[in-house]
């Protein structure tokens, strides 16, 4: 039981392509929660549908106890930052800020106060007087942050706010908006396809692909022990085996279930050692190719049937052409039933 | 390119405007500053006498009413137009610039026969059984602001639907999650967007609505004279060369003093910027 | 998004407004009575004969159309010489030079009209003909120069550089490579100088003389002596040639854009 729920949400425009189908979500009060995905996922749709700006064929939102499904935008009290900023052409940081503030009618001297307040946590102070054509894009961002916070909406939703940056900016914002979303406590819900910036700041975070949740769980979680393929190989798995496979290469297999259809394992827990060292759970091959990489070296061996990518960061280095052995211990395997 | 080739190129053009306009501009309008010597004398003729005065107020009055009713049946109407999909926005569109091919008397004479005295409305009203005696709607000031509102809504329509085509979604969008119904919407996001066309079409209508002569002469008759139809009277009719001079003297301050103050207000707004941002 | 109920309202009323006038001429000319009523009396043609009748329309028509064909040609000619001028060899006149040649567009029609008949009638003497000529030239002017003007400045001057190394003079390279690419300004602003010219009336009215009327203005003499449907049917055809000649002119202007887009291998 979430503080916001979509539950069998329904989005197609000809009864037969459906952009986003029976999809259900939780958003829990004070969360930073992300949508996750490759472009055309349906995590833009997603956070429109919950803003009210399209209308879902199907499905019910609720937030608070209240039914907001077939409420309008301008009555749902939502906070949204888009991609572009949005900002008004012809008004004033100020004014641009005050404008929610002024439809709520409320009276001059609290406006002041509130936009004096907000421009102060979202660090744009100096600037109220001044017109969006004249701020830098970072300026911009942290403007339509304020103007979306001032209203004390029941929840901020970001639509790849941090998209229009150059990288550095971008890691500064992030955590802004980490920071203050804490500071005010007020659930989010956030769009990006950036893996690095959904996990580094998210509480939890939505896999999305072809208008499907595929996992909705914490960053470290989804890290650990990811769902599918598809979400293994965004958060950095390589080395995939069948249980076929897995049994010749005399991979432990004890850990599947009853639907596992594959196993990975990361390039880093893979142990690397020398001819000798072979013994129960491991493997014989060659190394193809190697690389520096800096830190470490990373390694193509050719094993029976596949070649395995490995990354070694011990002193240890071997070169192109020697047997060595491969290990792959039981509790780094992950089991995936997709 | 050469120089000779240049100057080859140009000179006709130059020439054409020179003779055609230039020089019969100054031919015309030099006599009228003197009487024989440098004088004013005419002007203050003109701006004494009161039949003058009340056509140049009234061309101004005129003008400024169409002008301001373009603007604000312009505003929703091409508001409405921008928010159709493309298809059904170009045909609309294009059906509006229809009327602007047809020549002034054609639209001229659709009013006559509509607010004639014979016209389809009093035919209408009588038949019905409203009124007994035809209504007076031809030949009044009423007549000539609705023939100008028709001349020119066209023009207005075509420069704000493509202005407002330029208005992002997403600003709309911003408006509406920050609390704003679609009316305030309108009025506090979409019009001010607007303003450069406004400005641009505006000084549009209020020039030609000022400059007019077939659409005052039709519908306002010698009755109600506007300064074209004026000035028509003065060198055709009575061959008054001086007071036509002046008149055309006046006409063109005001055309060119509109396009002064539009530029002015338009480097005043273009500080604060207009664009998407 | 939202549907504003009551923009929708004020658009669809202002439509209407645009069209009902000219919808009604076309539907009382039709009418087998004398003046302009409805509903229709019955149905006739007889309007449309009259107008065929009128020796006046029919004069006057003629002049018009060969009026505008001649200053339009002759405008688009203009137009071209300037343009080219403008835009290969920019200087720091060139802007007042622009605003020159756009000047015509800004001053009212009718004081122009005005001046001409005083300087080039009157004190110049000069044919009425050849004055009519002159003025429409005059008026049709700033669009062709305009509009080739902006085109101009897109085509990119390197195809006249091309076409120069494998052989051409620089006005045969003009003429084969620029030329081509020119052709829909070329044809938009004759569209917008014919019409121009032909609806024109302030400076057809006082270069007019006998025999020498355009047809503006004899549908406005009509109309003071007669308040029948024979102007709604002239207005009628009248239409119908817009329609017709803007439907001739947008078919080559794609036919151009078709034979572009094979060329380029898209």
């Not at chain 1, 349906?42 to 609720?62: P, Q």
């Amino acid at each position: 039981m979430g503080f916001g729920e979509l539950r069998h949400i329904d989005v197609s425009y000809d009864k037969k392509n459906f952009i986003l189908q029976d999809l259900s979500l939780d958003i829990n009060k004070g969360e930073l929660l992300s949508l996750l995905g490759p472009s055309g996922c349906g995590k833009t749709t997603t956070l429109r549908v919950i803003a009210g700006l399209i209308e879902a064929s199907a499905g019910t939102f609720v937030l608070d106890g209240v039914d907001m499904t077939h409420t309008p935008v301008h009555k749902r009290d939502f906070g949204m930052v888009f991609q572009s900023y949005a900002l008004f052409p012809h008004l004033t940081v100020y004014e641009n800020i005050a404008f929610g503030l002024r439809l709520r009618k409320l009276d001059e001297a609290t406006i002041k106060k509130q936009v004096g307040k907000i421009v102060d946590i979202c660090d744009i102070a100096g600037f109220e007087k001044r017109f969006p054509k004249q701020l830098s894009g970072g300026q911009r961002q942290r403007v339509a942050l304020a103007r979306a916070l001032v209203i004390e909406p029941k929840l901020l939703l970001l639509d790849e706010p941090l998209s229009n940056l150059d990288a550095q900016l971008r890691l500064q914002m992030r955590t802004s908006i980490k920071r203050i979303q804490q500071e005010l406590g007020i659930s989010t819900v956030f769009v990006t396809h950036d893996q690095e910036e959904c996990f580094s700041i998210s509480d939890r975070v939505a896999i999305m692909q072809k208008g499907k949740i595929e996992q909705c769980d914490s960053p470290e979680r989804i890290y650990s022990r990811p769902a599918t393929q598809m979400i293994a190989r965004f958060v950095g798995f390589k080395n995939f085996f069948t249980i076929e496979q897995a049994n010749q290469l005399r991979i432990a297999t004890d850990g599947a279930g009853q639907d596992t259809k594959m196993l990975c394992i990361r390039p880093e827990d893979i142990v690397l050692g020398a001819k000798e060292s072979s013994g129960l759970n491991s493997t014989v091959g060659t190394v193809e190719v190697r690389t520096y990489l800096g830190k470490a070296y990373q390694y193509e061996v050719k094993i029976p049937q596949a070649t395995v990518t490995v990354v070694n960061s011990e002193e240890t280095v071997f070169g192109v052409g020697e047997i060595v052995t491969l290990a792959f211990p039981r509790e780094k395997l992950v089991f995936l039933s997709r | 390119m050469t120089k000779s080739r240049y100057l080859v190129s140009l000179g006709p053009c130059i020439l054409l405007v020179a003779v055609c306009l230039l020089i019969p501009l100054v031919f015309t309008i030099l006599p009228s500053f003197f009487t024989p010597g440098f004088s004013l004398s005419y002007y203050t003729q003109f701006f004494t006498d009161s039949f003058s005065t009340s056509i140049l107020f009234r061309s101004l009055r005129l003008s400024f009413i169409t002008t301001l009713i373009c603007i604000v049946i312009g505003l929703p109407t091409s508001y409405y137009i921008s928010l159709l999909k493309e298809k059904k926005r170009r045909i609309i569109l294009s059906l509006t610039l229809f009327p602007l091919l047809t020549n002034a008397v054609v639209r001229g004479f659709a009013w006559i026969s509509i607010l004639g005295k014979n016209g389809l409305i009093n035919q209408f009203l009588q038949k019905i059984g409203l009124i007994d005696m035809p209504l007076k709607l031809l030949y009044t000031d009423f007549a000539i602001v609705i023939g100008s509102v028709y001349l020119f809504l066209p023009v207005m329509l075509s420069t704000l639907t493509s202005v407002m085509e330029g208005i992002g979604d997403d600003v709309v969008e911003a408006a509406y999650s920050l609390g704003a119904p679609p009316t305030a919407t309108f009025f506090k996001v979409i019009v001010p967007l607007s303003f450069s066309g406004v400005l641009v079409a505006g000084v549009m209508v209020f020039a030609g609505t000022i400059s007019a002569y077939t659409t005052p002469t039709l519908l306002g008759g010698n009755q109600n004279m506007m300064l074209a139809t004026l000035l028509y009277q003065q060198s055709n009719t009575l061959s008054n060369w001086t007071t036509s001079a002046v008149i055309a003297f006046i006409m063109i301050l005001i055309s060119l003093g509109m396009m002064k103050i539009f530029n002015i207000i338009a480097s005043k707004v273009d500080k604060r910027g207009e664009g998407n941002v | 998004m939202y549907k504003h109920r009551l923009i929708t309202i004020i658009a669809w009323v202002t439509l209407v407004f645009i069209f009902l006038p000219l919808l009604l001429i076309v539907i009382t000319s039709f009418n087998s009575a004398d003046t302009i009523t409805l509903p229709l009396e019955g149905f006739s043609l007889q309007w449309f004969v009259k107008v065929f009748k009128s020796r006046s329309l029919v004069q006057s028509f003629k002049n018009s159309l060969v009026l505008a064909l001649v200053s339009s040609s002759i405008g688009i000619v203009f137009g071209l010489f300037t343009s080219v001028a403008l835009v290969k060899r920019p200087g720091k006149f060139s802007n007042l030079l622009l605003s020159l040649f756009l000047s015509p567009s800004l001053i009212p029609g009718i004081v122009i009209g005005y001046v001409l008949f005083r300087f080039l009638v009157v004190q110049l003497q000069l044919p009425l003909t050849f004055s009519l000529i002159l003025g429409h030239l005059l008026v049709v002017m700033p669009y062709s120069v305009r509009i080739i003007c902006a085109s101009l400045k897109n085509i990119d001057e390197s195809m006249e550089e091309a076409a120069r190394t494998l052989g051409c003079t620089s006005s045969m390279a003009f003429v084969k490579v620029v030329l081509p690419n020119l052709r829909p300004a070329i044809i938009s602003a004759f569209m917008l100088s014919f019409i121009n010219s032909f609806n024109n009336i302030p400076v057809s009215m006082y270069l007019k003389g006998p025999g020498m009327n355009t047809l503006p203005y004899a549908m406005m003499n009509h109309i003071e002596y007669n308040y029948d449907p024979t102007v709604s049917a002239l207005s009628v055809m009248l239409m119908g040639m817009t329609l017709l000649f803007m439907f001739v002119m947008d078919r080559s202007m794609s036919a151009q854009r078709q034979k572009s887009k094979t060329v380029c291998g898209e």
